[in-house]
Nanobody
Framework: DVQLVESGGGSVQTGGSLRLSCAAS????????MTWYRQAPGQAREFLST???????SYGDSVKGRFTISRDNAKNTLFLQMNSLKPGDTALYYC??????????????????WGQGTQVTVS
């Protein structure tokens, strides 16, 4: 089975930066679209950004211009560079993987695999 493990979360002050990682294992190809979501307490899960195997990207409006998604296919690792963080960015951040759909895949129900999440707190 595919496993996704996020890391890099933590506590940071307003205006600070964090870099999240998502290590994928259990598959040998890089055909999956990889996506970051987040969920704050009491709120719906929110799409942040997605990247396909060719490096094409898409961003949600709330993070466009502040967050950058990237991937290292050789290491099966997904990244999210987060700059200019705000208290509203406080949430549990998840990575997810899907394949076989038209890019960008925004429907959460189409994602085959999810990580357990990493907490980001901005104060």
């Amino acid at each position: 089975d595919v496993q996704l493990v996020e890391s890099g979360g933590g506590s940071v002050q307003t205006g600070g930066s964090l870099r999240l990682s998502c290590a994928a294992s259990g598959y040998t190809d890089c055909s999956y679209d990889m996506t970051w979501y987040r969920q704050a307490p009491g709120q719906a899960r929110e799409f942040l950004s997605t990247i396909n195997s060719e490096g094409r990207t898409s961003y949600g409006d709330s993070v466009k211009g502040r967050f950058t998604i990237s991937r290292d296919n050789a290491k099966n690792t997904l990244f999210l560079q987060m700059n200019s963080l705000k208290p509203g960015d406080t949430a549990l951040y998840y990575c997810a993987a899907a394949r076989g759909y038209q890019f960008p895949t925004l429907n959460q129900g189409l994602y085959d695999y999810w990580g357990q999440g990493t907490q980001v707190t901005v104060s």
